[in-house]
DNA sequence: AACAAATCAGTAAAAAAATATTGATATATT
DNA sequence: AATATATCAATATTTTTTTACTGATTTGTT
């Protein structure tokens, strides 16, 4: 809707760790929070909350009472898209997707996962969570007659490409991408990668160092 | 080992990726690879692949020629430290975690799980893959016996900081966390954070973006 | 009603990261 | 052997992101 005011990646990351923090907070009847309790509780400057909540939260706060929580949660809600839902399939239905397809959590996010594609003949027509698991051969038609926007990817990495290009072809609009690998598709497609090795490679990193220190 | 120069929390999150992408080249056959080819390849610039190799790989590349893509690919992994094995357990075997428990490709990465931990009485003693999941309360113990030093957290956001509390005091050094909150840890803890909230919140924002560009 | 404390918004500065530029060098081609 | 081209390393610039600062504002307290 206003959409005006630029927003970078990285704050966009915060957005849902902020939302998870003051519910837990509303939910003990607390109505009222400032940038420096949050920034204290989350551990940053409440320089960057104050910047962060800025963007999303057209009422500035109030000085020595801060934000209304209600209001704040709403806020971040309508500006991250909670509240309007949008269809997604899972692609590559191993134990990662299988995983995703019985999650609860993601209606909490405004996603609604329709049904599971694979290639394996043995799942093809079982149901996950309700969901049905159809072939690969199915999956350009449903895309287009039921318009989805969001397929999520977690095939292994050496057939991601492939499918990537079947997805593409079919319509959809953007790709959640759990393979390791960089995704070859045009530029206006939309990919948002989640690369575990990656996240590890960070953590591995950070432990060692940790370690060196210890021993030395 | 060395690690003397410094290399920030992007780049290692790019080494995984080059990694995945030099294998899969070397399997085709090819012997050497340069910088450009890369960043065609995986569509960034030249300039940061250089840097990125630079940091890891001590022989740099010629000239028309290129890197040795098996030097290249040993250099990336001994920096990863993909080459020795650490022990993780699982903590929270839900879809997730099973699924994590379940995951043949975190021996790719060096990592190992040993067991899972659940609260749940219908799930203890129950084996995944050859892995035994244990109650809570055994928890501590084999931390400190078998010197475990990543935790791969897995368990709902309410209950996350709690766990969280009493793997630091067992002795864990690391924790892979997945739950989308901010973990309340002393700061010599390593956390490393995957939060899917995040991800699907720069996945949506990007997608109304390219959306209402469309429409308009 | 005046004052102090906490918080705010907006701007400025610093730090980090990505990108571009420059000149050197090795290889293939003429 | 000379030349052109691709690639390199190192440095410089630009952009992005984070952090710090300044002055204004609201609320509770004396």
Known sequence: MEEIKSVSMKQLERYPVYLKYLISIKDQGITSISAPMIAKALDCTEEQVRKDLQIVSPDSGKPKSGRDIKTLINDIENFLGYNDVSDAIVVGVGHLGEAFMRYKGF?????????????DETKIGKKVDGKEIFSMDKMSNLISRLKVNIAILTVPSDAANAVSKLLVSSGIKAIWNFAPIHLDVPEDIVVENVNLASSLAVLSHKLNKKILKENK
Chains 1, 2 share one sequence.
């Open 107 to 119: 209606s909490e996010f405004g996603l609604n996962v329709l049904a599971g594609f694979d290639l």
